[in-house]
Nanobody, 112 residues
Framework: QVQLVESGGGWVQPGGRLILSCVASQISFKDAIMGWYRQAPGKQRELVAT???????NYADTVKGRFTISRDNSKRTLWLQMNSLKVEDTAIYYCDADGNTWGQGIQVTVSS
């Protein structure tokens, strides 16, 4: 069974930074398009960023220039570096593989 385990969430003040990690198991990680999604209270889950098997990133307009997605296939790990965080970035963040397998999610709270 595929497992995606996120870590690194928490609370940060506006303008701060966090780095999320996702470790994958039971999956051909190097062959998977990986991504980060998020869901804020009362809203639908939305795309944050994806990264291709060749490490080509794609970002939602709302995070472009502030977030960086990266991967290390040898470590089976996906990261999301989040800079200049805003209150509206508050959400549960989910790691995803190929658009159909999700981690358990991790809370990110941005507030003063």
């Amino acid at each position: 069974q595929v497992q995606l385990v996120e870590s690194g969430g928490g609370w940060v003040q506006p303008g701060g930074r966090l780095i999320l990690s996702c470790v994958a198991s039971q999956i051909s990680f190097k062959d998977a398009i990986m991504g980060w999604y998020r869901q804020a209270p009362g809203k639908q889950r939305e795309l944050v960023a994806t990264i291709s098997t060749r490490s080509t990133p794609n970002y939602a307009d709302t995070v472009k220039g502030r977030f960086t997605i990266s991967r290390d296939n040898s470590k089976r790990t996906l990261w999301l570096q989040m800079n200049s965080l805003k209150v509206e970035d508050t959400a549960i963040y989910y790691c995803d593989a190929d658009g159909n397998t999700w981690g358990q999610g991790i809370q990110v709270t941005v507030s003063s």
